[in-house]
């Protein structure tokens, strides 16, 4: 296991090169450039452009550009920023990945602890009225856009309601404690909800779906003609195998968390990293846009990692030589 790990790992390095051109690929790709490509004047010389753009090394040729680029990137530093002046864009990222965390946590942990129970119940009662209502939340969940959920749910729970807030991440700076943590925890119920709803419609259906075919197989049949319980034939033979495909989709989530954050802490004003990158395309900043696509893409493949790793920790059958 430990040779796999290391193989991994050393597969990672050229896998994060490839990433890296393609993101930098997509930003040559993008038309204009954030000097004459937003609020253009005129009235301006535009030699001041033009001494602007040299300045910024945007006149230089493509590999040079993606040279000085990722040399920088290998050393932890992804330059500054175009229009906060002055401000490093590992700080600017740095203030929000925090909120974008506790978010995802907060998500992540609503999806597993919904999703996993219900979907078993679901397979051990099927066509049960809770494995109906299940479906149709499962149906209602991928059906639904999750700006538009966040959208209703702000009308509803904050603007009539009132029982939640609608925006932001604390109410006031002056909070601390525990005073603190609840007020960051109401902040995050409502983004929370909104972007783990359908990775919550998905697992249920998925581990219903797992568990169902787990259950029909022949071992199932056996542990339970030697007289086990079906408490012990659940949790000690069906999760075992039902949770694999599950551990697939939780690799991906990683990176599908923060992604699918970009939208919904839009909607929300949720000062993190989506709110960050939206006003980064908006604004037209290539060095912040270029770093927080790059973290993206590096927590999907971190993401993938664990998956197969903890692959191995789920079966025991699973070995790699």
Known sequence: MYKYIIRRLLIFIPMLFVLTIFVFGLI????????????????????????????????????????NWVTKVMQGDFGESYIFKGRDVSELIGERI????????????????????????????????LDYGATTFGFF??????????????YVFSIKL????????????????????????????????TLGLAGTASYMRFMRSEVLDVLASDYIRTARAKGMTNRSVLYKHTLRNAMIPIITL????????????VITEGVFQYPGIGTLFLSSIGNRDYPVIMAINLMLGFFILLGNLLADIFYSIV????RYD
């Open 250 to 261: 939780l690799g991906f989530e990683v990176g599908i968390l923060l992604s699918g954050a």
């Open 315 to 318: 079966d025991p059958r699973i």
């Open 28 to 67: 040559q790709a993008a038309p204009g450039d954030p000097i004459t490509g937003k609020n253009f004047d005129p009235n301006i010389d535009p030699e001041v452009f033009e001494r602007q753009k040299e300045a910024l090394g945007l006149n230089d040729p493509i590999h040079v550009q993606y040279w």
């Open 162 to 193: 009132g029982w939640l807030p609608s925006q932001g991440s604390v109410s006031s700076p002056g909070l601390t404690g525990i005073e603190l943590f609840l007020d960051k925890l109401q902040h995050l119920i409502l983004p929370g909800l």
């Open 98 to 129: 925090g909120n974008t965390f506790y978010l995802g946590i907060f998500t992540l942990f609503i999806t597993i602890i919904v999703s996993i129970p219900i979907g078993i119940y679901s397979a051990k009662k099927p066509y049960s009225i």
């Open 141 to 154: 969940g991928l059906a639904v856009p999750n700006f538009f959920f966040g959208l209703v749910a702000i």
